[in-house]
């Protein structure tokens, strides 16, 4: 059984027709094809409208290939047509063949990586306080670039203590998406 879904996704493209057909999804944009076997797929990232509307994206990863897929179809200008229930179709099909095909495939809703962020700032931190110690030994100033770097150093050491209370997230069960996600 093939699943699926169409959206026109620019006013300037043909429409795009997402086809599952035996463990490979088909992308279709006019005469042109492109083929991704899920056994390849390493990311599975569902989007959501942030205001609570239908509005629903997919992004899926094949090693370095991607494929983005949108709910709505361009109709004019500032008009949609909502085609979420094709689009929750296809979705979860492909969540549930992938994870089959592709065990280490990552599922997950696209979220803000928070952990990440703060550890990339917690880095340039630390960067800061080293220079700034660094700087104004050079400069023949020690007390204050180590005033500056002690106070930065505390500032990270706050950020160290909130590292491990941050939410990760909630789990992303391929073989049963969440209902109010993909209905």
Do not use: C
Not at 23 to 37: D, M, S, Y
Not at 81 to 110: H, M, N, Q
Not at 138 to 167: K, Y
């Amino acid at each position: 059984m093939q699943i699926v879904h169409r959206a026109r996704l620019a006013p300037f493209q043909l429409e795009t027709v997402w086809t599952l057909e035996d463990g490979t999804l088909v992308e279709t944009r006019g005469k042109v094809e492109r083929r991704f076997p899920l056994a390849s797929l390493t990311r599975y990232s569902l989007a959501t409208d942030k205001t609570g509307g239908r509005r629903r994206s997919l992004l899926i990863t094949f090693g370095r290939r991607r494929v983005s897929i949108a709910s709505q179809s361009y109709v004019g200008p500032g008009q949609f047509e909502d085609r979420l229930s094709s689009f929750s179709t296809l979705a979860r099909a492909i969540a549930a063949v992938g994870v089959d095909l592709a065990p280490r495939a990552k599922f997950g809703l696209a979220r803000f990586d928070v952990p990440a962020a703060l550890t990339w700032v917690m880095g340039l931190t630390a960067f800061g306080a080293a220079a700034m110690l660094l700087f104004s030994l050079t400069a023949g100033m020690a007390s204050v670039g180590v005033d500056m770097a002690a106070r930065m150093s505390f500032v990270l050491i706050l950020m160290f203590a909130v590292l491990p209370w941050l939410n990760r997230g909630t789990p992303f069960d391929p073989h049963d998406p969440p209902s109010d996600l993909l209905p």
